[in-house]
């Protein structure tokens, strides 16, 4: 019987492949470095990546720093608001 894949008793023509073309590595980079060697890889991806990063500019900066802030003042403002109104509903039912 014969799918689309092949047959149940005969494997697929690339599984007969003998396995000279599966290389296993150990490890990869880290397999042949000892322990501070992968923590100095580790510290180096780290400054790649930073690198990367699109830092803003001083203005940027100030409009993100006070976007933040107003929007902290107006969360508190809620919660205050919803919190009083809970305590005055809390004293109304309980006495």
Known sequence: MTDAVGSIDMPD???????????????GKRGKKGPFGRLALFYRQIVAELRKVVWPNRSELTTYTTVVIIFVVIMIGIVTVLDLG??????????
């Open 13 to 27: 023509a690339q599984d007969d492949a003998p396995d000279t073309q599966k290389k296993t590595r150990k490890g």
């Open 86 to 95: 809970l305590d005055r509903v809390a004293k109304y039912i309980f006495g």
